[in-house]
C-alpha cells in the first residue's frame, strides 16, 4: 500500500506485515485514546476495537480529537471510526459504543484474540478490574495515567507501574491493584509534574467522576503517542 511505503521505508516489509497482521484494543476514546488509536490505524494495525460510550461534549474541545463544533453530541466511537477508515479504508474496526464497567469486562477481553490492550480510562474502578482482567489473560497492556493540570511535555514517560510516582492516580491504582496481588508486569504513561490544586475543582452527577482536572491541548494528545509508539514497538519487535 503507498499510503503504508514511509512506514515500511522506516521498519522494513516484515515488521510492516506484523503491523498489519496485529489486533489492538483501546478502551476509551477521549484526550489520550482517539489519539493513540489514530497513531495505531497511521502506523499499519490492521484491525482496531474502540470501546466508549460518551458523545461529544464542548469542553472535550480543547483536547480530544474526536471533538469539534460539528461532532457536538455524537458519538465518539462513531466520530472517530469514520475517521479511522477515512486513514485506511481497508482496516478491520470494530466499535463498542458501551461504558466499561466491572462485568463486562471479561466478555470485551473474550471477544478477540487482542495483541496488546490500550487502557485510555479515567475513572478508577473500570480501570482496575480492566487492567486486571487484562493481566489475568496474559495481553499486553499499556495504561495512561493522568495527563491533567499537566504542562510540562519532557516530564512525560513510559516505566513500569511499580517505578511511576508522584501521579495520584498512578498511587491509588498501585494501591487498588496490590489488593489482587498485582504489583508490576504492564507499562503506564505517566508525568511526576506537580499538580496545583487550585486547577482541580469537584463535580457532580458524573458517572465514576468526582473531580475535573485543567487540561491543555497537547498533554492529552502526548500521552496518547506515547502510549502508541510502545504498542507499535512492542508489537513490531
Known amino acids: 500500500m503507498e499510503w503504508l511505503s514511509r512506514t515500511a521505508l522506516l521498519l522494513g516489509e516484515e515488521k ?11 478502551v476509551g476514546i477521549g484526550g489520550v485514546g482517539a489519539f493513540a488509536a489514530e497513531m495505531l490505524v497511521r502506523a499499519g494495525i ?7 460510550a460518551d458523545v461529544v461534549k464542548p ?3 480543547n483536547r480530544q480529537l474526536p471533538a469539534l463544533n460539528s461532532t457536538e453530541d455524537q458519538l465518539k466511537v462513531e466520530v472517530m471510526a469514520q475517521r479511522l477508515l477515512d486513514i485506511n479504508p481497508q482496516l ?8 466499561v464497567k466491572d462485568e463486562g469486562i471479561p466478555a470485551l477481553l473474550d471477544r478477540h484474540n487482542y495483541d496488546y490492550v490500550v487502557d485510555a480510562i479515567d475513572s478508577l474502578a473500570p480501570k482496575v478490574f480492566l487492567i486486571v482482567h487484562t493481566m489475568n489473560r496474559k495481553i499486553p497492556l499499556i495504561s495512561s495515567m493522568g495527563a491533567g493540570g499537566k504542562l510540562d511535555p519532557s516530564q512525560v514517560g513510559i516505566c513500569d507501574i511499580s517505578k511511576s510516582y508522584n501521579c495520584k492516580l498512578a498511587r491509588m491504582l498501585r494501591k487498588r491493584l496490590s489488593k489482587f496481588q498485582l504489583k508490576r ?22 458517572q465514576n467522576k ?4 485543567g487540561t491543555i491541548s497537547y498533554m492529552p494528545a502526548l500521552f496518547g503517542l506515547l502510549a502508541a509508539s510502545q504498542v507499535i514497538r512492542k508489537l513490531s519487535e
Open 92 to 99: 478491520r474496526l470494530y466499535t463498542h459504543a458501551v461504558f
Open 16 to 26: 510492516l506485515e506484523k503491523l498489519r497482521k496485529a489486533h489492538v484494543l483501546v
Open 46 to 52: 490492521g484491525t482496531l476495537s474502540i470501546v466508549d
Open 59 to 61: 469542553s472535550n474541545r
Open 185 to 206: 508486569g504492564f507499562d503506564v504513561v505517566f508525568s511526576p509534574e506537580e499538580v496545583d490544586k487550585a486547577h482541580v475543582v469537584f463535580v457532580e452527577n458524573e
Open 210 to 213: 468526582k473531580t475535573t482536572v
